[in-house]
Each structure stands twice: as C-alpha cells, then as structure tokens.
C-alpha cells in the first residue's frame, strides 16, 4: 500500500505505539480505518455520479441531435405541403409557359377529330439510259 514495504509499515507502528501508548493505539487504528473507509466511499460516489453525469450528457446530446433533425423535418415537410407556396410556384409556371389555364377546367373538352388519311407517295423508277453508263466506265 502506498509503496510501503513491510520493514516500514513495521517501523511507523512501533512509533506509534511508543507515542500513543497500548492503551490509545486500538483507538486510533480503528478512527484511521474509518477515515480511509469514508474516504473510499466519497471517492467512489463522486466517480459514480461523475460517470452517471458523463452518460446523462451523452443521453442529452443525442437527444438534442434527434430534436434537430425533427425540427428540421418538419419545417421541410411545412414548407412542401405550404399551398400559398405551391399556389405562387403554378402561378409562376403558368406566366412562364404563357398560357391561360383558368378555363381549362370549366368547359366541357371538345370530342377528339378523326385522324387524317395517311397520303401514300410512291416514287417511279427512271430507266438510266445505257451510252451514259458507258462513256462513265472509260
């Protein structure tokens, strides 16, 4: 204990005894083991609280991180589901695209028109005359 062999340990209590007396010696070893006793005690609870606080701010942090994202979940999904936004964004594409969409859903759509005939185009061949042909070839 404390670096203390047994020669010194041996030596300190035979001090002691010769300054206490047999009498008071038994006393004082037993007040002695109640400090070293209460000291024991207090160094453990204060690590024990100090590990307890440690894990209650790791706990804290973790929760303020989880309110975090919440909050910025919420203001993304507030922000998509906002219909003046939404209203203003159709408003903006449709001056964009210049056109009017406001009676496009009052009136009846007219029936769609049949479509046209396919035109059939066909071409004749030309018969190539054979002296130019020939004349190419020399």
Request: glycine share 6%; aromatic share 6%.
């Amino acid at each position: 204990m404390f670096g203390m062999g047994f020669a010194e340990i041996l030596i300190i209590g035979i001090i002691a005894i010769l300054f206490l007396g047999p009498d008071k010696l038994p006393e004082t070893m037993v007040e002695i083991a109640k400090f070293f006793r209460s000291v024991k005690k207090s160094v453990s609870s204060a690590k024990a609280s100090l590990e307890e606080e440690l894990h209650i701010a790791d706990i804290k942090e973790e929760a303020l991180n989880y309110k975090k994202e919440l909050t910025s979940a919420s203001s993304e999904l507030g922000r998509m589901t906002d219909m003046t936004e939404v209203g203003a964004e159709i408003r903006d594409a449709k001056q964009a695209a210049n056109v009017d969409i406001s009676g496009a859903f009052a009136e009846e759509t007219p029936a769609p028109k049949a479509a046209p005939k396919p035109e059939v185009v066909t071409f004749a061949k030309k018969p190539k005359p054979e002296t130019e042909s020939k004349e190419d070839n020399s």
